[in-house]
């Protein structure tokens, strides 16, 4: 059996769109579905049923896939692996928030490349672009506050990040708190507030779980970094939403005050993704054991 056909079969299958795998293998999408019909002829059985937004694989194409991929999965190793060994470097391509991989993966890291690993990273704000650029061979691992759906990427939840409600001492003096918890849209509207875009992302799901409403305010500043707020924020600029792990020095130092501890946080799940199959990779395996190892102290 050709080994292309299999490898076109489980890239579909992981894929579950013939378009989308066409996308990754880099061919077009009639000679996929040329590929699939030729193994299926070959096989004398059909391993796909075609719906209107991709494809489910049959009974026999979930058998072939569980029994081809590990096979599959360890050539592509030993070709990557040596290829590795020649050139004495091994490359892990990451991505992520750019907060959160600075101020955290980077750093968890850095022992690996004491090991001969080097890194490079793509620093991406957006979870659904970090995904897409994983599946498409861009990445070899990725951080991501959504978990993907599929059978093509495979999730670990790394960690769950608490998200604080902050202004700068000025702001705070001016605040009581039980008038927050109890009239927070109103609160919001007279205050100005920095956020990473204008749809309000962390101050509307803070709302949403708090004070379960929606925000009524428009930023006053517009940041696209989670640091420029956090700075803006202790300078005074308005109130802020942000993740615990990236304003506990401002919190410590008092540059940032919180300005409520509601009994049950707003909470967001960051997860270790990768290429179904990939983490039979060394250098893919032991980055990805890292970092869960590091996030348990987190």
């Not at 013939?18 to 699939?36: E, H, K, M, N, Y």
């Not at 992520?96 to 890291?109: D, I, K, N």
């Not at 979870?127 to 059978?151: F, K, N, Q, S, V």
Request: with cysteine; glycine share 6%.
């Amino acid at each position: 059996m050709d080994l292309a056909l299999l490898r076109t079969f489980l890239t579909v299958h992981r894929a579950g769109s013939f378009t989308r795998a066409a996308a990754l293998l880099g061919l077009s999408q009639p000679a996929v579905t040329s590929q699939i019909r030729t193994l299926e002829r070959q096989l004398g059985r059909p391993l796909f049923l075609r719906q209107a937004r991709g494809v489910t694989p049959t009974t026999i194409g979930d058998e072939l896939a569980h029994r081809a991929a590990p096979h599959l999965d360890a050539l592509v190793e030993i070709v990557e692996t040596g290829l590795d060994e020649e050139s004495g470097v091994r490359t892990l391509h990451l991505a992520g928030p750019p907060e959160f991989v600075s101020a955290r993966a980077l750093p968890a890291l850095t022992p690996l490349i004491a090991q001969g690993l080097t890194l490079r990273t793509s620093l991406l704000g957006n979870a659904e672009e970090t995904l897409d650029g994983l599946a498409a061979g861009h990445h070899d691992l990725a951080i991501a506050t959504a978990r993907p759906r599929g059978g093509l990427l495979t999730s670990t939840p790394l960690c769950d990040e608490e998200h604080v409600l902050v202004a700068a001492p000025r702001w705070a003096a001016r605040l009581a708190p039980e008038v927050l918890l109890h009239k927070g849209a109103v609160v919001l509207e007279q205050l100005p507030v920095v956020e990473v875009h204008e749809s309000l992302p962390f101050v509307t799901r803070y709302w949403a779980a708090v004070f379960e409403t929606k925000p009524a305010a428009a930023a006053t500043v517009i940041a696209p970094d989670l640091r420029a707020v956090l700075e803006s924020a202790a300078a005074g600029a308005g109130l802020a939403v942000l993740p615990r792990y990236l304003c506990r020095d401002a919190l410590e130092r008092g540059a940032l005050v919180a300005l409520l501890d509601p009994p049950v946080p707003p909470l967001r799940t960051y997860f270790l993704v990768v290429r179904t199959g990939t983490l039979a990779l060394p250098h893919i395996a032991r980055a990805h054991d890292c970092l869960l190892r590091a996030a348990a102290g987190w």
